[in-house]
T-cell receptor, first 112, second 118 residues
Framework: QQQVKQSPQSLIVQKGGISIINCAYE??????FPWYQQFPGKGPALLIAIRPDVSEKKEGRFTISFNKSAKQFSLHIMDSQPGDSATYFC???????????FGPGTRLSVLP | GAVVSQHPSWVICKSGTSVKIECRSLDFQATTMFWYRQFPKQSLMLMAT?????????EQGVEKDKFLINHASLTLSTLTVTSAHPEDSSFYIC??????????????FGPGTRLTVL
C-alpha cells in the first residue's frame, strides 16, 4: 500500500512536444504529491506539487493533473526542450511529509 | 532559500574503513532530515529518518550499526558508513524539512554524495 507506481519507464519526445508521465498510488492517506527532476549525479529538485483537494496545478510549462477517485496523478511538460532531458520521479507522502515514497522514475529524452 | 548541502560530494575509500557524510541546511532549521540511497538508474530508497536530538528511525532492512546517523543540531545531520565494503558503494542523498516553512510537507534535497568503496 506504500507503493507508488510510475509509467513509462522511459520516454522519448521531440522538441516542442508534450511529455506525459503517469503515477498511481493505493494508500488514500497520502495527501501530498510532488514531482522531482533529477539530472545525473545530482540530487532531486522539486518541480511542482499538488494536494488532493485540487484537480490540476500549473506552473509554467509543468502541469499536474490529479484524479482522486482513480488514485492517479500525472505530470505534463508542455513545449518540451532538450534541457528537460532528465529522470523524473513522482512521490507521495502523508502527515506533513511522513512516509515519503518515490516512484521508480521515468527517464525523459527530448530530441532536438 | 531552502538550500541543503552535502559534504563531501564524492569519496573513495578502502574496504573496512569508515566514511562520514555531512548534510547541512544552510538557510533554515530542519527538525527532520532524511537519508536516501540511490543505485544507478534506480529510484531513491529511504534509509532513515533523523529528528534533531533523538535517535534515528531506520527503514526495514537497513542496518543501524552499519549506517550511523547523528542529528546533533537543527542544521546538521551526519551519516557514517562503518566498515565500508564494495557493496556499500552508492549515491547517498539527504533531504531536510523546513519546520518554519509554508509547506511542512516539502523536502529539500542535497546534491548527493557518491561513495566508492574499493
Amino acid at each position: 500500500q506504500q507503493q507508488v507506481k510510475q509509467s513509462p519507464q522511459s520516454l522519448i519526445v521531440q522538441k516542442g512536444g508534450i511529455s506525459i508521465i503517469n503515477c498511481a498510488y493505493e494508500n488514500t492517506a497520502f495527501d501530498y504529491f510532488p514531482w522531482y527532476q533529477q539530472f545525473p549525479g545530482k540530487g532531486p529538485a522539486l518541480l511542482i506539487a499538488i494536494r488532493p483537494d485540487v484537480s490540476e496545478k500549473k506552473e509554467g510549462r509543468f502541469t499536474i493533473s490529479f484524479n482522486k477517485s482513480a488514485k492517479q496523478f500525472s505530470l505534463h511538460i508542455m513545449d518540451s526542450q532538450p534541457g528537460d532531458s532528465a529522470t523524473y520521479f513522482c512521490a507521495a507522502s502523508m502527515n506533513y511529509g511522513q512516509n515519503f515514497v518515490f516512484g521508480p522514475g521515468t527517464r525523459l529524452s527530448v530530441l532536438p | 532559500g531552502a538550500v541543503v548541502s552535502q559534504h563531501p560530494s564524492w569519496v573513495i575509500c578502502k574496504s573496512g574503513t569508515s566514511v562520514k557524510i555531512e548534510c547541512r541546511s544552510l538557510d533554515f532549521q530542519a527538525t527532520t532530515m532524511f537519508w536516501y540511497r540511490q543505485f544507478p538508474k534506480q529510484s531513491l530508497m529511504l534509509m532513515a529518518t533523523s529528528n534533531e536530538g533523538s535517535k534515528a528511525t531506520y527503514e526495514q532492512g537497513v542496518e543501524k550499526d552499519k549506517f550511523l546517523i547523528n542529528h546533533a543540531s537543527l542544521t546538521l545531520s551526519t551519516l557514517t558508513v562503518t566498515s565500508a565494503h564494495p557493496e556499500d558503494s552508492s549515491f547517498y542523498i539527504c533531504s531536510a524539512r523546513d519546520r518554519a516553512g509554508t509547506s511542512r510537507d516539502e523536502q529539500f534535497f542535497g546534491p548527493g554524495t557518491r561513495l566508492t568503496v574499493l
